[in-house]
């Protein structure tokens, strides 16, 4: 297993375009994470999948947000109408969740990121 | 309101000392705490969790400590190399949640 793979790893974009991010997660990892990060911030947890329900989407983020994991495996994040402020890493997180299991030992390994510029 | 808050200035510190950086959390009541490291432009990478009931975890020259009378972990690399030069995040979670949630890192450098 090669890891958490993000793809692009770098996207560059005009204000207003749509931009789509891939995310191929550990092949046995049954929950996704997406996290938003920023210069000298920590990462911002945006939302997240157990298989391919959404279970949580943080009240931060806007209706141009928008995440898929159709078939319980990869999963796409997508911005429409881009804002310069949408400029930032993306970063996708995978774990597993065993049932019965106390889910708050949930230990993430996260991708690469992919860096978003809006221009 | 609720916070997590870690030092912002970077801690500079040499080689073969104990680099101690801090995590201070409000209005959370957390179950876990784990603390990641992360290098320029690449995602965090995970180095311990420590739960609610626990004073101390061990990992080779790693030790943090969670105290949450103080609301507070520290995090502390023994024998510090340059190469332990990063960002190191400290994370939580609480019980009606399962997401975690990030404090701001602190920068570590390590001279030689």
């Known amino acids: 297993d090669t890891g958490v793979s993000q793809d692009p790893r770098h996207k560059i974009t005009k204000r207003g375009q749509n931009v789509t991010f891939r995310c191929d997660p550990i092949s046995e990892h049954n929950r996704l994470y997406w996290y938003r990060q920023t210069l000298g911030q920590g990462p911002e947890f945006l939302t997240y999948f157990q298989n391919e329900a959404q279970l949580e989407k943080s009240r931060l983020l806007s209706d141009r947000f928008s995440a898929e994991r159709p078939k319980g495996s990869f999963s796409t994040l997508e911005i429409q109408r881009t804002e310069q402020g949408d400029s930032a890493m993306y970063l996708c997180?995978?774990?597993?969740?065993?049932?019965?299991?106390?889910?708050?030992?949930?230990?993430?390994?996260f991708g690469a990121g992919s860096r978003l510029t809006v221009l | 309101s609720q916070k997590i808050e870690q030092n912002s200035e970077a801690l500079n510190i040499q080689e073969g000392k104990t680099a101690t950086l801090t995590c201070n959390y409000t209005n959370y009541s957390p179950a876990y705490l784990q603390w990641y490291r992360q290098d320029p432009g690449r995602g965090p990478v995970f180095l311990l969790l420590?739960?609610?009931?626990?004073k101390e975890k061990r990992k080779e020259r790693l030790k943090v400590t969670f105290d949450t009378t103080l609301k507070q972990s520290l995090f502390h690399i023994t024998a510090s190399q340059p190469a332990d030069s990063a960002t190191y995040l400290c994370a939580l979670r609480t019980y009606n949640t399962d997401k975690l949630i990030f404090g701001t890192g602190t920068r570590l450098q390590v001279f030689p």
């Open positions: 420590i739960r609610e009931n626990e």
């Open positions: 997180a995978s774990s597993r969740i065993r049932t019965g299991e106390r889910s708050g030992a949930n230990v993430l390994t």
